[in-house]
């Protein structure tokens, strides 16, 4: 059980902590260290096929280009530890600009989460294991398809790719079934421990994004059944190129299907989000997490708060991995526009679908910007004889 007197993240989601005391420990961001890895060599799924001769897969030059970003490229930052335990003064300005965090970017950092830098270190270090295996140990997850529980591949979904995407990757479905390849044997309690500790993390923020619209801090949790909320983990490697100068493209463009994305990263930089149709270079707070706007956040709010596009670029010596933690809706769950975010006149922006079809259909279309979200999109049509003239 947790020993420490502050709320432990890792009971947001549950009522036992199963935290070890190692792993519960409150820590401030500041001293919490990068994650460097980056040096180290690790093989590409491509490489370890030992195909002749791949080409390049360079990505067009205009797909490099990216706003520079740095702490101060205006990203966003939400402190979870004012959210959980501020006075109310201070948790109410941090509500409001978590809010204005969504609305405007659909995108931002949060330090002070909680989650142990031991913890992080630990999952990324296995996954970085487990790309390393022998193709031999790897193949029986490299055929599974979108819907299967583990899946290893390169690509978004290889099958349907239409770019070349220097990516490979781990995915595993971790809520409420816990799902984990058996090897490196380590992998299962370190995934685990760190599924419940994410989900803790993301659920506790769902709470305050739901607050921040004016509704009550468990409205969104119960329109989506985020009891039973849908979690997936996935490792993905962006293997380090020979030549420098090689720019490419890691991850095309896309949002992401599920409500909520929680990323870090080991010390190599890449994603990138688009914001007032700029890209612009994520640069994490050392200790930091993105947290990332899905479909489900747009369409469960009607729209206010957008599911953002980002992507990964890849390029440069180093190879780089981030690790994803993703909640969405109950599989079962049909997600629709909650009635009191239709207001203004506006009308439903979206139909309801059960998550699990969105699911399926977004992995199994073509990564094309927002194409998923867009079949869900209730087309308004606009009565011309009510037109007044040109816009201002
Ligand atoms: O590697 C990254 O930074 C982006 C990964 C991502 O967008 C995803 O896994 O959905
Ligand atoms: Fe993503």
């Known amino acids: 059980m947790c020993h420490l007197a502050h709320k432990c993240l890792c009971r947001a989601g549950n009522d036992t902590c199963k935290a070890t005391a190692a792993t519960c420990t409150w820590r401030a961001p500041s001293t919490l260290g990068r994650i460097d890895m980056a040096a180290s060599r690790l093989p590409s799924h491509e490489e370890q096929l030992v195909d002749a001769d791949n080409g390049d897969g360079s990505a067009s030059p205009s797909q490099g280009a990216g706003a520079c970003g740095g702490y101060g490229s205006g990203i966003p930052v939400v402190d979870l530890g004012v959210l959980i335990n501020g006075v109310a003064e201070q948790r109410l300005r941090a509500i409001r600009d978590l809010g204005r965090a969504c609305e405007d970017w659909g995108f931002f950092m949060v330090t002070n989460h909680g989650v142990p830098e031991t913890l992080r270190e630990a999952v990324m270090d296995s996954c970085k294991e487990l790309f390393s295996l022998p193709l031999e140990e790897k ?46 044997a380590k992998l299962r309690e370190i995934a685990m421990e760190y599924s419940a500790c994410t989900r803790g993390l993301l659920l506790e923020l769902t709470k305050a994004i739901s607050e921040s619209l004016g509704l009550a801090g468990g409205r969104l949790s119960e329109a989506l059944n985020l ?72 369409i469960v709010t009607n729209g206010r708060y957008k599911g953002v596009l980002h992507r990964a670029m890849v390029g440069g010596e180093q190879s780089r991995m981030s690790f994803v933690s993703l909640i969405g809706p109950c599989l079962d769950a049909v997600v629709a526009p909650l009635p009191e975010m239709a207001t203004d006149g506006r009308g439903l922006e979206f139909r309801g679908i059960k998550y699990r079809d969105y699911m399926q259909m977004q992995q199994s279309k073509t990564l094309d910007e927002k194409t998923a979200l867009d079949v869900v999109r209730v087309q308004h049509h606009i009565d011309m004889s009510t037109c007044q003239g040109g816009s201002t």
């Not at 193949?139 to 220097?166: H, L, N, Q, W």
């Not at 989000?273 to 707070?285: D, M, Q, R, S, Y």
Request: contains cysteine; glycine residues 8%.
């Open 227 to 298: 009891e039973s909320c849908f979690q997936i983990l996935v490792g993905n490697h962006y293997p380090a190129s020979s030549r420098p100068d090689d720019v490419a493209l890691g991850f095309a463009a896309h949002s992401d299907h599920g409500l909520l994305t929680l990323l870090f990263q080991n010390g190599v930089d890449g994603l990138q989000v688009k914001h007032n149709g700029e890209w612009v270079l994520a640069k994490p707070i050392p200790g930091s997490f993105f947290v990332i706007a899905g479909d489900q956040l747009e």
């Open 139 to 184: 193949k029986e997850y490299m055929r599974a398809k979108p819907m299967d529980p583990i899946r290893i591949g390169t690509g978004f979904y290889s099958v349907v790719d239409a770019v070349a995407c220097r990516r490979d990757y781990l995915k595993m479905f971790s809520h409420p079934d816990f799902h984990c390849p058996a090897k490196p």
